[in-house]
């Protein structure tokens, strides 16, 4: 199956490469982009590499499908966005994505999930995306919520990162049927 790349006013998201893994490593190795992500820093290149990798074998398994996102005038990636926990069966898979520091509060993140969203749905035909994002992680609950998802409820304990146990806010977005 050939990966879909999609487009926005501003954006491109297309398939991460290994050409891509320095990008990658710039965002999974920032303190702040990954405060409220559920995982580790990453210490090196190498772990970039593999999270390609990994984003690669989810696709060719359809577990998952992971975009890169790139700003049309620009080569470099500035984040991701995709689904994982893809569950064919039951028409459903989780969202997650996470953008470069120097691209917050301009709308980007929004307009790249909104696409994700709308090949989730038409594409893949889910009937229900959800999310899981950490209590703390206030810019991204009111994210979730104008992009039209419904808060569930908290999971609690649900996220181990650096150590500490965290309670997230567990959403869905439903398709109407």
């Known amino acids: 199956m050939k990966f879909p790349v999609l487009e ?8 991460i490469t290994e050409e891509d893994a320095e990008d990658l490593f710039i965002n ?12 580790e820093l990453f210490e090196n290149i190498e772990e970039a590499r593999g999270l390609v990798h990994s984003f690669k074998a989810g696709f060719i398994e359809n577990k998952g499908i992971r975009w890169g996102i790139q700003l049309k005038n620009k080569k470099s990636l500035i984040g991701t966005v995709g689904f994982h926990a893809v569950s064919p069966k039951h028409r459903r898979a989780e969202i997650g994505y996470e953008l470069n520091q120097g691209y917050w ?10 696409m994700a969203i709308e090949y989730g749905l038409k594409e ?9 994002v950490f209590l ?13 998802f419904q ?10 990162q650096d150590g500490f146990s965290y309670d997230t806010n567990v959403y869905s977005l439903v398709a109407d049927n």
């Open 8 to 15: 926005t006013d501003r954006l491109v998201l297309r398939e």
């Open 124 to 132: 893949m035909g889910l009937v229900r995306i959800g999310a899981v």
């Open 151 to 160: 808060k569930e409820g908290v999971l609690r304990s649900y996220m181990i």
């Open 28 to 39: 999974f190795s920032n303190t702040e982009v990954m405060k409220h992500y559920g995982s």
């Open 105 to 114: 509060g301009q709308g980007l993140a929004k307009e790249a999930i909104r």
């Open 136 to 148: 703390e992680n206030k810019k991204s609950n009111e994210l979730l919520l104008k992009l039209g």
